[in-house]
């Protein structure tokens, strides 16, 4: 579905991907680790648009992503959460999750005005999807709450209801158990496997090992901006280059 090849990024003198491969299967849930500062929020910032590689190309399905703005990428199929969760705070929950449905409303500017059949139609479709979501998240008894009175843990799910809203065909999610204590961990992770049932792709970014290797079908390992390692979550947690990566050279003493 989502296909990287030679992907190179630099920042003035600094190279901070170099030479990426990267094939993320339709309907797998795929991961991409690696320690802090390996570049892995820098290819979630290259396939939605926010950034333009210096070589090489991204397709999705047969589209290039490469210079396409981020709101066309969008309308593509593809959502993304963010590892610093950006919420519009003074908005109650329903208003946060509808924001997202909108890439699949076509009313004009006269529609809205006017509060003409076809706009009154579509948004309280969105309002019932938004009310669907929020309860498959365990967030609809606060759905009038504002996004702000929310715990941390909380607002993880809401941002992931909002992408969802947008009926991706690839969700991209980063850190999405950062700051859940272990109980929203393991509610979490069944709600992932829950949306990839529903035929959904998730590309993640997570440092807990114990998610990722729970959780994902393959893994990607990224280390100063290079893939060092890919395959299934087993030969992953053993490959020499991996363990080097995170715990030095040092195997025997780390």
Avoid at 7 to 17: E, N, P, R
Avoid at 24 to 39: D, K, R
Avoid at 79 to 108: D, S
Avoid at 126 to 148: C, G, Q
Wanted: proline residues 3%; glycine residues 10%; charged residues 20%.
């Amino acid at each position: 579905m989502l296909e990287l090849s030679n992907v190179s990024v630099h920042f003035g003198g600094l190279q901070v991907l170099q030479d990426v491969n990267l094939q993320v299967p339709s309907g797998s849930i795929f991961g991409l680790i690696g320690p802090n500062g390996a570049g892995k929020t820098t290819i979630f910032n290259l396939v939605t648009g926010l950034l333009t590689p210096a070589a090489g190309s991204i397709r999705f399905e047969d589209c290039s992503l490469v210079g396409m703005k981020p709101h066309r990428i969008m309308r593509l199929g593809l959502a993304r959460t963010f590892q610093n969760i950006r919420l519009f705070k003074e908005m109650t929950l329903l208003q946060n999750v509808v924001v997202g449905a909108y890439r699949h409303m076509n009313y004009g500017v006269s529609s809205l005005l006017l509060g003409l059949q076809g706009y009154r139609q579509q948004e309280s479709a969105a309002r019932e999807r938004a009310l669907e979501l929020l309860t498959w998240m365990k967030l609809d008894h606060k759905a009038h709450d504002l996004a702000n009175n929310l715990s941390y843990g909380e607002q993880r799910r809401l941002e992931l209801a909002r992408a969802l809203a947008s009926e991706p065909r690839l969700l991209l999610l980063d850190e999405p158990v950062a700051g859940m204590n272990t109980g929203e961990r393991a509610e979490l992770m069944k709600d992932i496997q829950a949306i990839r049932a529903r035929g959904y792709t998730i590309l993640m970014i997570e440092h807990d090992m114990h998610f990722v290797m729970g959780l994902c079908d393959q893994v990607a390992v990224l280390n100063f901006g290079r893939i060092i390692a890919c395959g299934e979550p087993r030969a992953i947690r053993s490959n020499p280059d991996v363990i080097e990566a995170y715990l030095g050279r040092d195997e025997e003493a780390a």
